[in-house]
């Protein structure tokens, strides 16, 4: 399972005796063989790596290390660990900020911050007094959109000095948020309710599409026309479109899935189960599994195609997956 569980556990390690020197220098360790003949590589990263960035140029793979205080920045040529960004309160996700080179990084400890991409360092940050979660961006990059969790809401925040504009209430237990095509509609998964909240920006005005399960992270296609969206519990993947506010198909028989993300030209669909450590791939169109799996480390959240490479987050190995197609 996800965040909320995790939280616990990190509160309590937190408080206990100091921790372990973490080593930032970071190696891949050797190679192994995985399904279908391929190949993939480690690199460790920090404490419960979760979401995954890349910057828009491809050049760097940003790391969301809930568990820890810093985002880890892997050099997609060499794969290594380029550096660590320092001072991120247990980071929960990001969002680009249109086509610039900023984007916006939520932490978990009341924390939202903004980031320069070209030198990988922290411009901008402010506190809330909620704990904060799933994040995302309006394509002209100067709104932005986060999840207040102890609030049951969401805020809109300038891009620009991270002050609260408007608030809009969700279900119980917010965690996942999108954003529709047009830039209207917010779509936030509710994990104690078992429901997306789907809100009208300019109105506030919520209806709900009820899925039951735990529904929880959301990813979309390139023009936001399309939401993918996990159910956690509910071994599914809801595919939701954003012009009609509803869930147009499915993926059934998905033990506890975590992401599922389109590859670059968005014709096949990667989905992470986080209880059996695979990446199972689907025709995009007719989501039909295909006969291809990938193996990953212990308990894999996140995923990203780039190129002939897959990056798998793994939350229990503190670590990414590199899998050569």
């Known amino acids: 399972m996800r965040k909320f569980l995790y939280i616990i556990i990190m509160t309590i390690l937190l408080t206990s005796c100091k921790e372990k020197q973490r080593v930032t220098d970071t190696t891949i360790i050797e190679s192994n063989t995985v399904d279908n003949n391929t190949s993939s590589s480690i690199v460790h990263v920090g404490k419960g790596p979760d979401a995954l960035f890349l910057t828009p140029d491809k050049s760097f793979l940003y790391v969301a290390n809930v568990e820890d205080t ?22 929960w996700g990001f969002a680009q900020l249109a086509e610039s080179n900023l984007l916006a990084a939520s932490g978990y400890d009341k924390q939202v911050v903004i980031i320069d ?125 954003t012009q009609k506010s509803d869930i147009i198909r499915e993926i059934e028989n998905i ?26 791939v689907y025709d995009a169109v007719s989501l039909k599994k295909k006969s291809i799996s990938y193996k990953t480390g212990n308990k894999p959240i996140g995923v990203i195609p780039i190129g002939s490479k897959l990056y798998v987050s793994n939350y229990g190995d503190n670590s990414i997956s590199i899998i050569n197609k």
Do not use: C
Not at 73 to 85: A, F, G
């Open 70 to 91: 810093l985002i880890s920045v892997i050099d997609t040529q060499t794969d290594k660990v380029l550096k660590n960004i320092e001072g991120i309160r247990y980071p």
């Open 117 to 241: 991409s070209d030198n990988h360092t922290i411009i901008k940050e402010k506190l809330f007094e909620t704990h904060i979660g799933g994040i995302i961006a309006n394509k002209k990059g100067d709104l932005i959109y986060v999840i207040a969790i102890d609030d049951n809401k969401v805020f809109q925040l300038d891009a620009t000095a991270l002050n609260i504009l408007k608030t809009f209430s969700t279900g119980k237990g917010p965690d996942g948020i999108g954003i529709s095509e047009d830039d209207s509609k917010l779509f936030v998964t509710n994990t104690e309710d078992g429901s997306i909240s789907v809100i009208d920006i300019e109105t506030g005005k919520q209806s709900i599409i009820t899925t039951g399960g735990k529904p929880e992270l959301i990813h979309s296609n390139e023009d936001r026309s399309l939401l993918y969206i996990s159910n956690f519990f509910g071994n599914k993947v809801h595919i939701i479109d």
């Open 255 to 280: 033990i506890t899935p975590e992401e599922a993300v389109l590859s670059e030209d968005e014709n096949l669909l990667y989905v992470v189960s986080f209880d059996l450590s695979e990446v199972y």
